[in-house]
């Protein structure tokens, strides 16, 4: 399985970006899909996770009311829509996938089994 993560980039406080990330390979299968990110000198964290059945969602508080998570099964991608950014949501952005069918979310990055590059975003002040 690969994810191919793209849409990142320089962008003002206050402005918006929509991440993506397509999954390729063992598509048959069903996965539950998170995004993290890791800012420059910190450890990567939790941002945001959707589950396979029923596009549950659940995210950090940090980004809670700003971000969106969506996915569509037919594509095969999990997108990010990120409004009102901040500095401090200045980092790499990953996309994760774990082998998972129905309505569970995962949170900690030892519980997922694929990752996509990172692509990276930069929010000006």
């Known amino acids: 399985v690969q994810l191919q993560a793209s849409g990142g980039g320089l962008v003002q406080a206050g402005g918006s970006l929509r991440l993506s990330c397509q999954v390729s390979?063992?598509?048959?299968?069903?996965?539950?899909m998170g995004w993290f990110r890791q800012a420059p000198g910190k450890e990567r964290e939790f941002v945001a996770a959707?589950?396979?059945?029923?596009?549950?969602?659940f995210y950090a508080n940090a980004v809670r009311g700003r971000f969106t998570i969506f996915r569509d099964n037919a594509r095969n991608t999990v997108d990010l829509q990120m409004n009102s950014l901040k500095p401090e949501d200045t980092a790499d952005y990953y996309c994760?996938?774990?082998?998972?069918?129905?309505?569970?979310?995962?949170?900690?990055?030892?519980?997922?089994?694929?990752w996509g590059q990172g692509t990276q975003v930069t929010v000006s002040s």
């Open positions: 994760a996938a774990r082998e998972s069918r129905g309505f569970g979310v995962w949170i900690l990055i030892n519980e997922y089994d694929y």
């Open positions: 390979g063992r598509t048959s299968s069903s996965y539950a």
């Open positions: 959707i589950t396979w059945s029923a596009g549950i969602s």
